[in-house]
């Protein structure tokens, strides 16, 4: 298995807190990825990132942000937290962007905004 | 932009065939994938085939695609109970700036049983 752990795995936080997801790679990939995980949505892409400090938007991005200061961690941030982001979040990483190469992805954290 | 579709639930005997079925709207995809979601996991590569192909075996496992109906489809032979899971159909493009970004479906729930 790809070395990429996620923490904190479950997490249970408060309407307008901020709240801070970690993705961490042994791979030494360039790319990283986050997505939420919905029911009846599959997978959508909140944000990625190709190289340190290099970030672009997925399609729901909105109410998220990220950071990726060194290589191997690819934060994800809810500066205030909604309802509506409840969600399972996925990280996964590739070596490349090309067609031909594999994501791999983490075991997934659990939010519960309440 | 991209869409691809698939059915939420199959439920098959053990020991039958099983049929998985995605359609996408993208003509340009150059890589579909099949993913793998077993219960509190993430998601694992299957299988994927490159759009010059029209079909590709991997053990129990043969992939379809008709390009032409933006059809693919994923059958198991000899389905397990362990082949209980969610299943992922994916697509690849490019996107502005080079990179290929996967767009998945919402998954279907396949159940297997005795």
């Known amino acids: 298995d790809a070395g990429i752990t996620q923490s904190p795995r479950h997490k249970v936080t408060e309407t307008g807190t901020p709240v801070t997801l970690r993705c961490h790679q042994t791979?030494?990939?360039?790319?990283m990825y986050w997505y939420r995980q919905d029911p009846g949505h599959g997978l959508r892409l909140i944000h990625y990132s190709y190289g340190v400090k290099d970030t672009d938007k997925g399609e729901v991005s909105d109410g998220y942000s990220v950071s990726r200061s060194k290589t191997e961690d690819f934060l994800l941030t809810l500066e205030s937290a909604t309802s509506s982001q409840t969600s399972v979040y996925f990280c996964?990483?590739?070596?490349?962007?090309?067609?031909?190469?594999?994501?791999?992805f983490g075991p997934g954290t659990r939010l519960t905004v309440l | 932009g991209e869409d691809v579709e698939q059915s939420l639930f199959l439920s098959v005997r053990e020991g039958d065939s099983s049929v998985i079925n995605c359609t996408y709207t993208d003509s340009s995809s150059t890589y579909l994938y099949w993913y793998k979601q077993e219960p509190g996991a993430g998601l694992q590569l299957l299988t994927y085939?490159?759009?010059?192909?029209d079909m590709k075996q991997d053990q129990r496992l043969t992939v379809l695609l008709n390009k032409k109906d933006k059809h693919l489809s994923l059958r198991i032979a000899d389905t397990q109970t362990g082949d209980s899971a969610i299943y992922f159909c994916?697509?690849?493009?490019?996107?502005?700036?080079?990179?290929?970004?996967?767009?998945f479906g919402r998954g279907t729930s396949l159940i297997v049983h005795p």
């Open positions: 994916a697509e690849k493009d490019r996107r502005a700036g080079g990179s290929y970004i996967p767009t």
């Open positions: 085939i490159f759009s010059n192909m």
């Open positions: 996964a990483i590739s070596e490349s962007a090309e067609g031909s190469d594999t994501q791999y």
């Open positions: 791979e030494n990939h360039r790319y």
